[in-house]
């Protein structure tokens, strides 16, 4: 294991994100904030209670998913999107070090980054509306979990992507279509049931039930469900990344 | 060094093949040794098949066939051994724009698996005049300076291999000699240099031994000094006192060129150990007998450029000989 270059990417895209502190980290707080006061304050007043929490309380895990999963993929996406476009990417491929650790390091740092600004958000939700953490542990395992897993997707898109069009494209037309439609903003037991059934088919809904779950106790599917999923996702993304350097995807001709 | 004995080569390549997904061959089977602690230069006009060459070594290609070995360590079984060994200095300018020249020079020096070294990069920022840019942003530096930035990059781990792909291509004369100077020093050192170039002047400033390629094809190697015996020869040019209209016929059998309207005769002869050692005092004397009184002379060796010229094209019109 070359730790010493894993400890170098991983530094390096650590302070990628303190040179551009602001932009990282207080775009998604404000724009985090503006969902409290509009859904939570202005629009939940008249919202009753879902699932026994009041409605801004009970949008603060969906609000951190929908965080998680955009910024999971985006850092990871431009993280090796731009050494690939820059041509800086050649210094990476021609070190001594293995496929795995250079996927770590990127992955790592990706989900690091997405992990923090949850962090971040959730304690700005703290100052909007009273929360309740019942099962913190999980909570840590459901953000790990689900920001290693966007972050290989992310990464994923940034060796596919050989443009910056396509660079939007996934993140714009799949990615935030399934975060809106995953249960973020409300529970899938209040769809009809024909629409509850097909929301069985988003991904993103195993992955807010089971956060929400490790909140405040109740979920919409099975807590071992979403883990099942949510360990089926990690282990799906990982073998497409594995077949990308096996073949040379798009990195080496 | 160069005494010890059956000295393994550091770099071993054996029928190295490269077909792009496109179909494109650019390497067609090359065989060649590097020797330990030499400077190579790998000559070819543009798409020879130098870069790819390099790349493979360095593994951002993928071999179609054939097997390279570095230091004794396969290129792809054991990559970590043969890569840690190499430091390549790429023909594009490519750096981080934000990044600072002390934090990139650096974290290549960590990507390559050694510990940090602050002394040792201290070292090699000044060596390459970097040291007063070492906080400047790469945004911020010149072409020439970027180049600088990419050497040290490459030797920031202590490589004992460096690969200078296209080196002093865009560079100004003071760079191109500082980097010689750079790369001479490396050598002396023990490092070895492979560089490719389609500056003949900088293999024939530098290299000890010299490759063509072309078309994919290793078309000779040889060391320097018995490639410039072997196909210079020399040229005396004599700047005549009188215009000539033409050669005189007793000067006929040493083959006279008239060049500048007939103002200037010049004489092509094989250089030391030709067995025409007395033919230039021959000719001038000939020339004294038939009247022809000159200003001046000269006597040049013919440079790599030319000899290159005439191998690439020569082999070009052979193959469309065959073909035809």
């Known amino acids: 294991m070359n730790w010493q270059a894993v400890r170098a990417i991983y530094h390096f895209e650590m302070a990628r994100t303190r040179r551009t502190l602001l932009q990282s980290v207080l775009a ?24 026994g929490v009041s409605y801004g309380a009970f949008i603060v895990p969906g609000l951190i998913m929908l965080n998680l999963l955009t910024q999971s993929v985006s850092n990871a996406t431009f993280a090796i999107f731009f050494p690939k476009f820059s041509r800086t990417i050649y210094e990476v491929l021609s070190a001594p070090i293995s496929h795995f650790e250079i996927v770590a390091s990127y992955v790592g740092a990706a989900a690091t980054k997405a992990i923090m600004l949850s962090l971040i958000i959730l304690a700005t939700a703290a100052l909007f509306v009273p929360l309740r953490i019942e099962h913190p542990l999980w909570m840590l395992f459901f953000l790990v979990l689900t920001a290693l897993t966007f972050s290989l997707l992310g990464f994923i898109l940034g060796i596919w992507a050989d443009n910056f069009e396509k660079l939007q494209l996934v993140p714009l037309l799949v990615i935030t279509p399934l975060t809106f439609l995953g249960g973020s903003f409300y529970s899938i037991d ?21 956060f929400r779950w490790s909140f405040y106790g109740s979920a919409d599917v099975a807590v071992g469900i979403s883990i099942g999923m949510a360990l089926l996702f990690l282990a799906v993304f990982i073998a497409i990344v594995m077949w990308m350097f096996r073949t040379g995807y798009r990195l080496k001709p | 060094m160069s005494d010890r004995p059956a000295m393994q080569p ?19 089977g090359v065989d060649l040794d590097i020797r330990r602690g030499e400077i190579f230069a790998l000559l070819g006009p543009n798409g020879a098949g130098k870069t790819t060459l390099i790349s493979i070594v360095c593994g951002l290609v993928n071999p179609t066939a054939g097997r390279v070995t570095v230091g004794g360590h396969d290129i792809i079984r054991d990559y970590r051994a043969a890569r840690a060994m190499i430091g390549l200095v790429p023909q594009e300018l ?38 007063g840019k070492k906080n400047a942003r790469l945004v911020s530096l010149s072409g020439g300076m970027k180049r600088r930035v990419l050497i040290a990059k490459a030797l920031s781990h202590e490589p004992q291999i460096l690969f200078l792909d296209e080196p002093t291509a865009g560079v100004d004369v003071e760079l191109r000699h500082d980097m010689w100077q750079l790369v001479r020093r490396l050598r002396d050192t023990g490092v070895t240099v492979i560089l490719t170039t389609h500056y003949i002047e900088e293999a024939e400033e530098m290299a000890d031994r010299v490759g063509v390629i072309s078309k994919g094809e290793l078309i000779l190697v040889e060391d320097k000094e018995a490639l410039m015996r072997k196909f210079g020869g020399k040229r005396l040019t004599l700047q005549l006192a009188a215009p000539l209209a ?9 083959g006279l060129v008239l060049g500048k309207g007939g103002s200037e005769l010049v004489y092509h002869y094989e250089g030391e150990g030709g067995g025409q050692d007395t033919a230039i005092a021959d000719l001038l004397q000939d020339l004294g007998r038939a ?32 073909q035809g």
Request: charged content about 15%.
């Open chain 1, 28 to 51: 998604p707080v404000i724009s985090t904030s503006l969902y409290f006061v509009v859904f939570g304050s202005a629009i939940g007043g008249y919202i009753p209670e879902v699932e």
């Open chain 1, 190 to 210: 209040m769809l009809p049931p024909a629409w509850r059934t097909v929301s069985l088919f988003n991904p993103v809904v195993y992955l807010v039930s089971g």
């Open chain 2, 10 to 28: 550091i770099i071993s390549i054996a029928g190295l093949s490269k077909i792009y997904a496109g179909g494109f061959a650019a390497l067609k």
């Open chain 2, 94 to 131: 490519t750096t981080d724009a934000f990044e600072s020249v002390w934090n990139t020079v650096s974290f290549s020096r960590g990507l390559f698996g050694k510990p940090s070294n602050p002394a040792y990069i201290e070292e090699v920022l000044k060596a390459l005049s970097l040291w």
């Open chain 2, 246 to 254: 033409q050669i005189p016929p007793a000067l006929a059998r040493y």
């Open chain 2, 291 to 322: 009247g022809i009184g000159f200003a001046d002379l000269h006597t040049e060796q013919r440079s790599l450029e030319e000899i290159f010229v005439g191998l690439v094209s020569e082999r070009e019109q052979n193959q469309t000989g065959e």
